[in-house]
Every structure is written in structure tokens, then in C-alpha cells.
């Protein structure tokens, strides 16, 4: 019994640290009303494989689960909708981007569109959640060496994309410049 | 531009600036989440349950018989016919019911495909399984369970051991894991005895 109760306190305390950074990694990934199920979900698993978790990067470990759940919930969201689409033959989108359309940055947007998907994932790591290389290479099962040269890679990819926008040509507004017309150079 | 110049500005783009809800672990919805999650396992003292989650996808074949998946979108057009062509189910990453949290006959009950069954084989990446009992979906003698990137693989299917019993569903051609299928216990039994009452 005492190693039960050992085990629910060590859920409880990783619970503690987790609840909140999870919910907020969530957010900023899916839609809101999706996010108690991956989350019930991550923790359930969080739960089943207690002993896998790594007593100093708890909360890396947990980002790692949420996203590989998170990656289930969106194709099985895809499937769905692809699914009604067959029966109702009227095509239908799937927003990946559950917070589109809020005022922010139009510079720095159109050049993270610019990177890509794998890119674009690790500066969010980086800026959103504030992991280290180290931390990032344990949610996405990489390297710290890997995940710092791809890190440095994708920033500087950012950093062109932004200094080639504040150098409009003549007549053109930046914040008006479509993505598809400028690729990363990296 | 300064490291900390990208990351603050980038900072500016998070979502859940703008304000989110962001629950408390302390507040009674968060302590019904955890309650539940705990008592789902509190039945096994192992470090790793009988069957748990894997992530890779796999792919279920229905031997010995066909079984028609989801005519319509919703009842399922429930044929077998023993000399019809196999056909193939997704295992495990793909599981439109993935969440583990409301596991209810209510919900067990709109699968289009459920059985029960035991494992007679396990040969690498492959669990055979003999139909027990058709809940729905189908009347084929004996399922068989691909998983190209092994039995054993990481986050969303179920480790098959022979000589078990499992209670496996399936919706929209996918096999549902996390709770919804797994390994015969009485408690998971009771729920599938209930879906399909009557």
C-alpha cells in the first residue's frame, strides 16, 4: 500500500507542475473546446507510464505526450471531416490554426508561414513554452545538438524573412506582402 | 535581431495572451479529471497495465469474413459473407474516439463494429484473435491484428498476449483504444455488456 501511496503523491506533485503549462500548450494548438479531452488524455497516459518520467524534465516529457496526442486528435478530426465531406459531397476545411484572425504581428506572421511545419514547431517551443534545446529534444525525440543546429537555423530563417519585409520595394507595403511570393533562403 | 528581441516579440503572437481559460488543478472539474484517471488504473498494482497505449499506427485485418464498416455514417450495414474479400482497419494513431476519459456504455454503444475475442497467436507484428462474441458489426470466425511497426510499439494500441481475452471496437474502419478496447476485465466487460443489451 505504501508503494501506491508513494506513487498517487509522485502523480500528484507531477500533476501540480504539469496542469496549467499543459493547458497552455493546448491552447495555443487546437481549438478550446478539444483541449480537456488531450489533456485527460496526456495525463491519463502520464498515469500509466509514471515511471517513465524523467524526475527533472517532468514537464517536457508531459509536452511530448500532449503532442503526439494532439497528432492523433487532428487526424482523427481530418477523417471526420473528410468522412462528412463524402456524404454531403460540400468540401469543408479544417482549420489548423484555432486562433486565426487575432490582431498581432503581420511582419513576424508572414515570415513564420514561411517556415516549415517542423520549423515553425520548435520556435513555438522555444518562444511559447520556453524550453531549452535539451527540454525541445525530449518532446519531439530528438538531439539537443540536432535541435540546436535546427533552432539556430529556423531563427535565422526568421530573422532573414523579416529584415527582406522591412526593405519594401518602392510602393509596396510590407504588411500587404503575400507569402507564397518570398521563400525562406535557408 | 537579438535572440530575446525574436522571443519577445514572438511572445506577442501566443494565443493565450488574449486570455484563455486556464484551469486550476485545484478547481472540482480538474479533481473529477484526476479522480477518474487514477481509478481507471487503481485495479493493477504493475508498473505497465496488461495492454496500454501505443502511438504507432497499425493495421487490422478481418479475416475469414468481410464485415461491412459504416454504411451511411451511422448504423453500421451489418453483412458477412465468409467467402467476401478482408478488409482493413486502422489501429491505434488514428482512433477517432481517442480520449480515455469517457469511457460509458452510452458511448460504446454507437461504435458500428465491436466483438469480443481471444488471442490464439501472436507472431511479430500480428495478433490473431477468435471471435468470442459479435456485439456488431460483423459474424467473421477470426480477427486478425497488424501492427507494421510491432506489437509493442509506443502510444495507442494494446499489447495482445495469447490466451487473453479482448473486447475490441471499432468506428469508421479504426480500431478505438484508450479504455475502449483492451483486455476483458470485468469492468470493461459490464460496459460492453451494457452498450449492447437487448
Same mark, same amino acid.
Request: proline share 5%; aromatic share 6%.
Given at each position: 500500500m505504501k508503494a501506491r501511496t508513494t506513487r498517487t503523491e509522485r502523480f500528484e506533485d507531477i500533476v501540480n507542475e504539469v496542469f496549467e503549462p499543459l493547458?497552455?500548450?493546448?491552447?495555443?494548438?487546437?481549438?478550446?473546446?478539444?483541449?480537456?479531452?488531450?489533456?485527460?488524455?496526456?495525463?491519463?497516459?502520464?498515469?500509466?507510464?509514471?515511471?517513465?518520467?524523467? !524526475?527533472?524534465?517532468?514537464?517536457?516529457?508531459?509536452?511530448?505526450?500532449?503532442?503526439?496526442?494532439?497528432?492523433?486528435?487532428?487526424?482523427s478530426q481530418?477523417?471526420?471531416?473528410?468522412?462528412?465531406?463524402?456524404?454531403?459531397?460540400?468540401? @469543408? @476545411?479544417?482549420?489548423?490554426?484555432?486562433?486565426?484572425?487575432?490582431?498581432?504581428?503581420?511582419?513576424?506572421?508572414?515570415?513564420?508561414? @514561411?517556415?516549415?511545419? @517542423?520549423?515553425?514547431?520548435?520556435?513555438?517551443?522555444?518562444?511559447w513554452e520556453q524550453l531549452e534545446p535539451r527540454e525541445i529534444a525530449l518532446v519531439v525525440e530528438s538531439t539537443p545538438n540536432a535541435i540546436s543546429l535546427r533552432l539556430t537555423r529556423a531563427k535565422q530563417k526568421l530573422a532573414n524573412s523579416l529584415e527582406r519585409q522591412n526593405r519594401p520595394a518602392s510602393g509596396h507595403s510590407p504588411d500587404k506582402q503575400v507569402p507564397e511570393s518570398s521563400v525562406g533562403e535557408m | 535581431m537579438e535572440n530575446e528581441d525574436l522571443r519577445s516579440r514572438l511572445q506577442?503572437?501566443?494565443?493565450? =495572451? !488574449? $486570455?484563455?481559460?486556464?484551469k486550476s488543478v485545484d478547481e472540482e472539474s480538474s479533481?473529477?479529471?484526476?479522480?477518474?484517471?487514477?481509478?481507471?488504473?487503481?485495479?493493477?498494482? !504493475?508498473?505497465?497495465?496488461?495492454?496500454?497505449?501505443?502511438?504507432?499506427?497499425a493495421v487490422a485485418m478481418v479475416a475469414f469474413g468481410a464485415v461491412t464498416l459504416f454504411g451511411g455514417g451511422s448504423t453500421p450495414d451489418v453483412t458477412a459473407n465468409p467467402d467476401g474479400e478482408a478488409i482493413e482497419l486502422t489501429v491505434g494513431s488514428e482512433d477517432t474516439l481517442a480520449s480515455c476519459m469517457a469511457l460509458t456504455p452510452e458511448l460504446v454503444r454507437d461504435v458500428p463494429l465491436a466483438f469480443a475475442g481471444t488471442v490464439t497467436a501472436v507472431d511479430g507484428d500480428r495478433a490473431t484473435l477468435t471471435v468470442d462474441e459479435w456485439f456488431v458489426g460483423?459474424?467473421?470466425?477470426?480477427?486478425?491484428?497488424?501492427?507494421?511497426?510491432?506489437?509493442?510499439?509506443l502510444i495507442g494500441g494494446i499489447d495482445f498476449e495469447e490466451g487473453k481475452s479482448y473486447l475490441? !471496437?471499432?468506428?469508421?474502419?479504426? =480500431?478505438?483504444?484508450? $479504455?475502449?478496447? $483492451?483486455?476483458e476485465t470485468p469492468e470493461l466487460r459490464a460496459i460492453y455488456d451494457e452498450a449492447f443489451a437487448g
Open positions: 493547458q497552455r500548450y493546448l491552447h495555443r494548438r487546437m481549438p478550446a473546446d478539444s483541449v480537456d479531452d488531450v489533456l485527460s488524455e496526456t495525463l491519463m497516459i502520464a498515469w500509466r507510464r509514471l515511471d517513465e518520467i524523467p !524526475s527533472n524534465a517532468s514537464l517536457p516529457w508531459c509536452y511530448g505526450v500532449a503532442r503526439k496526442v494532439l497528432g492523433n486528435h487532428r487526424r481530418h477523417r471526420r471531416l473528410r468522412l462528412v465531406d463524402r456524404l454531403t459531397a460540400e468540401p @469543408q @476545411q479544417f482549420s489548423t490554426d484555432p486562433h486565426g484572425g487575432d490582431e498581432g504581428d503581420p511582419l513576424l506572421e508572414v515570415a513564420l508561414e @514561411q517556415l516549415n511545419d @517542423q520549423e515553425r514547431e520548435l520556435i513555438h517551443l522555444w518562444a | 506577442k503572437l501566443d494565443p493565450t =495572451v !488574449s $486570455g484563455v481559460e486556464i479533481q473529477k479529471m484526476l479522480e477518474t484517471i487514477m481509478s481507471q488504473s487503481a485495479g493493477s498494482e !504493475s508498473i505497465r497495465p496488461a495492454w496500454y497505449l501505443v502511438g504507432a499506427a460483423g459474424d467473421a470466425a477470426t480477427v486478425s491484428l497488424l501492427a507494421p511497426s510491432g506489437l509493442e510499439a475490441v !471496437s471499432a468506428y469508421d474502419g479504426v =480500431v478505438n483504444y484508450c $479504455g475502449f478496447s $483492451g483486455e
